[in-house]
């Protein structure tokens, strides 16, 4: 069930293996205590264009980790933690790399897969 939405500054795919970091967010996502069906976890990377940021290197990586309810704050914690951690190893030279939890509610939550 978790989803996994990497939106980053569109040069960096020319700098870096996306394809590589998506795989080693994953990893770190099964690597903690909160998760157990790997075939639930999902990996989706969204390039921005167009973004603004008055800094001196404006490239940026923003994380978001959707999840159903019921996890502890130390098991969010911890997802944070892991997924941060293995972004900051790969993408070494980007400005600003944040990673955020949004819980998605079950009782207004549908799929369908096939």
């Given amino acids: 069930m978790p989803h996994i939405i990497i939106e980053y500054s ?9 394809s590589a970091l998506c795989e ?16 639930d976890i999902k990996v989706r990377m969204l390039p ?3 973004w ?6 404006p490239s940026f990586v923003h994380i978001t980790v959707r999840l159903l309810v019921g996890r502890t704050l130390a098991q969010k914690q911890e997802v944070t933690s ?21 819980e998605i509610v ?3 939550y549908v799929k369908r897969a096939i």
Avoid: C, W
């Fill in 52 to 57: 603004f940021q008055q800094v001196e290197n």
């Fill in 82 to 102: 892991s997924i941060l951690q293995a972004a900051f190893q790969r993408l070494t030279d980007v400005g600003s790399i944040s990673v955020d939890i949004k």
């Fill in 48 to 50: 921005a264009s167009h």
């Fill in 106 to 108: 079950r009782e207004t």
């Fill in 10 to 18: 569109a040069p960096l795919a020319a700098q870096y293996d996306l």
């Fill in 24 to 39: 080693e967010l994953f990893e770190a996502a099964m690597s903690t205590s909160a998760f157990d069906t790997p075939q």
